[in-house]
């Protein structure tokens, strides 16, 4: 069919060879330019897809932004250029990518698993935050629940039960299924359906045949599920828990917190640069703000703090100042940032905190920290001391140094006698290389250890303790030890670690606990995850009974990372 036939221009074969053009053409582009990138993205992120689809199927593949996993800047930009947006779909993260992720053999997850399931919408509530729970049937065959009552939809449904995690063990709340029971129909849940409710917090307590609602208090909660197969059969013998979710003492406005730091610090002490932090130091029920800052003007090297506690009355702003207190370079100490809240430790053993400030570097490689006491009785704060050879000093330690010397210091029971000792460290370098492998080697590091005991008044020196233990930190590393999920693992002194929640307040229900130079930080080069079964794992493995362990390391491009990550995981050992 030729373009031109008797003298005419053959418009019908020209069009069809332009409609071919493009359907070829298109078709050459599209695998150039959409799917041949696409597969090479693949490849290249599949450690970030796989971490992140392992942890969408672990949330059952929410729908919005708010319930989807915390991004890494790397996966933020490999997820961008899969789906050629930037930096990503607006909205149903998880629930978008869920054919991405079956490319990679994680199928949908929790929801098209053939089991029953409940979840939380969140894992991390504050008080009186409404808490949304969900029961799905993933069955085949209906399953039968609690009993339809006036009283089932006050505070819990029948069948839901609230346990407590506490003294190293679940507990039951008390709920209404016990006032309740006996009344109404059973409750069908057919095959593939969803059964929601949002429980207030509230839970029904029985005194003296007296019927009253509670709150909870804040900690560690689970909700577990009771039910059977059979619509005749009362006894529920099937029985599943959700995910561990946590309720926290609701926080006080930020409005209001400013308000009290503007009342409370010095005139000429600097308001950006102050710090509050809102913790219970002596168990009453009642929050502390412990509120730090500098002044504005600051010398070079030496700077001056000031620490006040408060006890917040209510939620309102109405507080009573418990004491302050001034400490500077007369107090023997250097450090050059506006101190922090490190810790809280009851150190003396009198049911009551002390305060552990990070303030900030005290050299030109370390950390410089400093541990204060509460006078509850005087309203006074000042320096926790410490006493070796009649000299009395203040709780300033350094933690950190050079590749030549080490300095750290640690609250720990050694002689396990219940009550903790400072540990002052000092290690010297004595290895006749300064290669990375050589500085962590434990035969180079000669350290000296000063261990001082609470006599009643004072930490004092003890000369047994310390030549007792003058060898049991022989190298600039340390010991991190989980009694839950009964491992210890050593890492470097001048790592830091933030475990579970801390990591992702919201979503991180299954990490553990992870290591790096910076906490928080977007990427972890050591993390360590607790798996549901072997075939999820993604890094190596580590197995005790039913316990699966996921440890993953994070390949910077940077050696010396990655050689501290191999000598982390050699050092690993669940406890005896």
């Not at 789906?83 to 978008?96: A, I, M």
């Not at 409710?197 to 003296?208: A, H, K, L, R």
């Not at 702003?317 to 940032?337: L, M, Q, S, V």
Request: glycine share 6%; charged share 30%; aromatic share 14%.
């Amino acid at each position: 069919m030729p373009f031109i036939t008797q003298g005419k221009t053959n418009w019908k074969y020209i069009l069809i060879i332009v409609i071919l053009a493009f359907f070829v053409g298109g078709g050459i582009f599209g695998y150039r330019y959409w799917w041949q990138p696409r597969e090479e993205i693949k490849n290249e992120c599949k450690k970030e897809f796989i971490s992140w689809c392992e942890n969408c199927r672990s949330l059952n593949w929410p729908l919005g932004i708010a319930g989807s996993p915390i991004l890494s800047t790397k996966t933020v930009k490999c997820l961008g250029d899969y789906f050629l947006k930037s930096p990503l779909p607006k909205t149903n993260y998880c629930y978008d990518t869920r054919n991405l992720c079956k490319d990679f053999g994680i199928e949908s997850g929790v929801s098209e698993k053939k089991e029953v399931s409940i979840a939380t919408d969140k894992t991390e509530y504050e008080q009186g935050e409404g808490i949304k729970i969900t029961l799905k049937n993933n069955l085949d065959k209906s399953i039968y629940f609690g009993r339809e009552t006036a009283c089932s939809e006050e505070l819990i449904p029948l069948g839901f039960l609230i346990e407590e995690f506490k003294n190293g063990k679940w507990t039951r709340v008390q709920t209404n299924s016990l006032i309740c029971n006996g009344l109404g129909q059973e409750v069908e849940l057919m095959p593939e359906k969803s059964f929601e409710f949002n429980w207030s917090q509230e839970y029904f307590i029985v005194t003296d045949h007296q019927v009253n609602k509670d709150k909870v208090f804040p900690g560690k909660y689970r909700v577990c599920f009771r039910f059977n197969f059979s619509k005749e059969e009362t006894d529920y013998k099937e029985v599943i828990c959700s995910n561990e979710f946590a309720i926290k003492e609701k926080s006080i406005a930020a409005t209001i917190v400013l308000d009290i730091i503007k009342e409370v610090i010095p005139q000429n002490y600097n308001l950006d640069t102050s710090r509050a932090f809102e913790r219970d130091l002596n168990n009453d029920g009642l929050s502390e703000l412990i509120i730090a800052a500098r002044p504005t003007r600051i010398t070079e090297i030496s700077y001056e703090a000031y620490l006040a506690v408060v006890t917040l009355l209510d939620r309102e702003g109405n507080y009573k100042k418990i004491g302050d207190f001034y400490f500077t370079e007369k107090d023997g100490i250097a450090f050059r940032d506006s101190p922090g809240l490190d810790s809280l430790e009851d150190i003396d053993n009198d049911g009551k905190k002390e305060i552990i400030l990070d303030l900030g570097t005290g050299g030109a490689s370390n950390e410089a920290y400093g541990i204060f006491k509460i006078d509850w009785d005087l309203n006074k704060i000042n320096w926790l001391k410490i006493q070796k050879d009649g000299e009395i000093k203040n709780t300033f330690f350094l933690r950190g140094g050079s590749v030549m010397h080490q300095e750290d210091f640690e609250l720990k029971d050694l002689d396990k006698d219940g009550l903790i000792e400072i540990i002052e460290e000092k290690g010297q370098y004595i290895g006749s290389s300064g290669e990375e492998k050589d500085w962590l080697e434990e035969k180079n590091w000669k350290w000296q250890n000063s261990v001082y005991k609470w006599n009643g008044s004072i930490f004092l020196y003890n000369t047994e303790l310390s030549n007792l233990f003058k060898n049991w930190r022989t190298s600039p590393w340390r010991t991190y030890r989980n009694e839950k999920y009964r491992f210890e693992i050593k890492y470097p002194s001048n790592w830091k670690y933030t475990e579970g929640s801390q990591m992702d307040p919201s979503k991180m229900q299954y990490h553990i606990v992870a290591f790096g130079k910076t906490v928080p930080a977007q990427d972890y080069p050591f993390i360590i995850i607790q798996r549901l079964s072997e075939k999820d794992v993604i890094g190596k493995m580590f197995k005790e009974d039913s316990l699966i362990l996921d440890i993953q390391t994070w390949d910077s491009g940077n050696p010396e990372e990655y050689s501290i990550c191999q000598q982390m995981l050699s050092t690993f050992k669940f406890l005896e």
